[in-house]
T-cell receptor, first 107, second 114 residues
Framework: QKEVEQNSGPLSVPEGAIASLNCTYS??????FFWYRQYSGKSPELIMF????GDKEDGRFTAQLNKASQYVSLLIRDSQPSDSATYLC???????FGAGTRLTVKP | DAGVIQSPRHEVTEMGQEVTLRCKPI?????LFWYRQTMMRGLELLIY????????DSGMPEDRFSAKMPNASFSTLKIQPSEPRDSAVYFC????????????FGAGSRLTVL
């Protein structure tokens, strides 16, 4: 099994700040990584994936992958209260998720 | 497409009763996954199917749990007999290609076993 580890938090940031969510993985051969967002009482939804070293941007979201250090992170710029959710990471090829990090953005 | 459809949305039952959860995947998706989510254990993969065939059931907690996929448009997860510790939200998800991790989840079935 390819394992991912997340700091379950909770993480609290003020509105407008940068939220940084991290995920480490054990299999050095892992190629691609996925971030899902889950609002309270809802089902997870895919928000980003990344498969190469470096950064990938999508609006206020940036995924960063560092294969040498075996971690992937998700940065949320200009955090909004609507970003308050649990963020789950997963590695390609394994349908298992990390424990998730609960993010709260305070107005 | 209506997305992944799960039923029932809520189920309350008594310990020892049989529970059947149902899932209709997105048409054309050939992978189907069952997950269980609790506060303590997070989102756990129970089993997944490819083209109606079970591929990995290592996450099924014990023999009380069983899953079937008789055709491409329907799957069931059965718990018999149910126990209070089975109380959780059960999600079904489907994808077009396994390993791509682009999963579409259903709304979930919240199970409470008294």
């Amino acid at each position: 099994q390819k394992e991912v580890e997340q700091n379950s938090g909770p993480l609290s940031v003020p509105e407008g700040a940068i939220a940084s969510l991290n995920c480490t993985y054990s299999d050095r051969g892992s190629q691609s990584f996925f971030w899902y967002r889950q609002y309270s009482g809802k089902s997870p939804e895919l928000i980003m994936f990344i498969y190469s070293n470096g950064d990938k941007e999508d609006g206020r979201f940036t995924a960063q992958l560092n294969k040498a250090s075996q971690y992937v992170s998700l940065l949320i710029r200009d955090s909004q209260p609507s970003d308050s959710a649990t963020y789950l990471c997963a590695v390609k090829g394994d349908m298992r998720f990390g424990a998730g990090t609960r993010l709260t953005v305070k107005p | 497409d209506a997305g992944v459809i799960q039923s029932p949305r809520h189920e309350v039952t008594e310990m020892g009763q049989e529970v059947t959860l149902r899932c209709k995947p997105i048409s054309g998706h050939d992978y189907l996954f069952w997950y269980r989510q609790t506060m303590m254990r997070g989102l756990e993969l129970l089993i997944y199917f490819n083209n109606n065939v079970p591929i990995d059931d290592s996450g099924m907690p014990e023999d009380r749990f069983s899953a079937k996929m008789p055709n491409a448009s329907f799957s069931t997860l059965k718990i018999q007999p149910s126990e209070p510790r089975d109380s959780a939200v059960y999600f079904c998800a489907s994808s077009q290609r396994g390993g791509a991790n682009v999963l579409t989840f259903g709304a979930g079935s919240r199970l409470t076993v008294l």
